[in-house]
């Protein structure tokens, strides 16, 4: 790119000529990780990248920068610039610590840009799976025997893969370096080799045993406590029943999801459950006790003459666990009024007592159009 080409460097950051060096190397961070090759393969980007690499090599240097800011692009020939290892080990080192110390761990960096790191004591993969109990089982809780899959290192290989120890050569795409360096006109990046993963071996001949999946699998019998008012789907942890590590790690977990079965007549809002009750015009009038089944049991309230349609009556206490706490929630019971069959002499007597007894009700509403 000609002097007459290039863009204005604070321009390419995105800075201002006032730009602290925080500014500046927080934006070439940024710019980095959007265009760096291992991580943009679209049409310019590694141009980009290029770009913003020259432009901070300048702007991070107090004396590059002083004669930038006096003379321009015309203080620098091409051949100044050396994308070497070095500059981009400085500059990506300084990001790595920035990320470490910025509480994002100490793997973001090079998940970003694909650099291989450390598998020692790398963590087994977490596993999921989905068990389905009855409806009362979630308001009481339960301990349910599970038929799990328990993966350990396999025995005959230790993890390894191969079927032997001569089985594990040195890769031959990186030469046991597990890295591979890729250039790119005049700077190269150093990146995990695809081959053997970052391991520096592969295998010629995998286990007989496992093959080459490195662990076995044996189904246990495990005990799994379901508490008592969880919720649909929420998520059980059983620990060390995940993936085993490879690395002298612990293994993962099993997550399960807890499906709750809907039931015929209860209904589950939050903690509290609904129930819809069928009552006779005749227990209302008479104000009668009527029992309502809840899950702990039977228990009676009285009905008033004044009960309507869909009235709503709440039992305290009646509804599901709160887990982390010793309340439960309500039991909402909805009433649902009906005119009960009458034989002929009842329905006779009926007519009788309702014509004395004229409700003008519905004759104020009809008034009112």
């Not at 100044?80 to 610590?97: C, P």
């Amino acid at each position: 790119m000609s002097d007459k080409q290039k863009r204005d460097y604070y321009e390419v950051l995105g800075v201002s000529k006032n730009a602290t060096e925080k500014e500046i190397k927080s934006a070439y961070r940024k710019l980095a990780m959007q265009y760096h090759p291992d991580r943009n393969k679209e049409q310019g980007a590694e141009e980009k990248f290029k770009e913003a690499t020259e432009a901070y090599e300048v702007l991070s240097d107090a004396e590059k920068r002083a004669k930038y800011d006096k003379y321009g692009h015309g203080a620098f020939d091409q051949s100044s610039f050396q994308y070497s290892d070095d500059l981009f080990g400085d500059i990506f080192k300084s990001f790595r610590d920035s990320f470490t110390s910025g509480g994002f761990g100490s793997g973001t960096f090079e998940d970003l840009f694909g650099f291989g790191r450390s598998s020692r004591n790398t963590r087994g993969e977490d596993l999921e799976s989905t068990v389905t109990i009855e409806f009362l089982d979630a308001i009481f809780g339960k301990e349910v025997k599970l038929k799990l899959n328990k993966s350990t290192i396999c025995s005959n290989c230790n993890g390894s893969g191969a079927n032997s120890p001569s089985d594990v050569i040195v890769c031959s795409k990186c030469n046991g370096h597990g890295q591979v360096t890729k250039k790119m006109g005049f700077f190269s990046t150093v990146t995990t080799c695809p081959q053997c993963g970052g391991t520096g071996k592969t295998i010629k001949n995998v286990c007989h045993v496992c093959h080459g999946s490195t662990y076995e699998t044996k189904q246990v019998i495990e005990t799994v406590k379901i508490p008592a008012g969880v919720q649909n789907m929420q998520r059980i942890v059983v620990k060390g029943y995940g993936m085993p590590s490879n690395h002298g790690g612990k293994p993962g977990d099993l997550y399960i999801s807890i499906n709750i079965k809907p039931h015929e007549y209860y209904e589950r809002i939050n903690d509290d459950i609904v129930l819809t009750v069928p009552v006779s015009i005749k227990s209302i009038l008479l104000e009668e006790e009527i029992e309502i089944p809840t899950p702990y049991g039977r228990t009676k309230i009285k009905l008033k003459k004044d009960t309507k349609l869909d009235a709503v009556i709440k039992l305290s206490n009646y509804g599901f666990s709160i887990l982390n706490s010793k309340k439960r929630g309500d039991l909402v019971v909805v009433l649902k009024p009906y005119i009960p069959s009458l034989d002929k002499e009842a329905s006779e007597e009926l007519k009788i007592i309702f014509a004395k007894n004229e409700d003008n009700q519905y004759k104020k509403w009809l008034d009112k159009f």
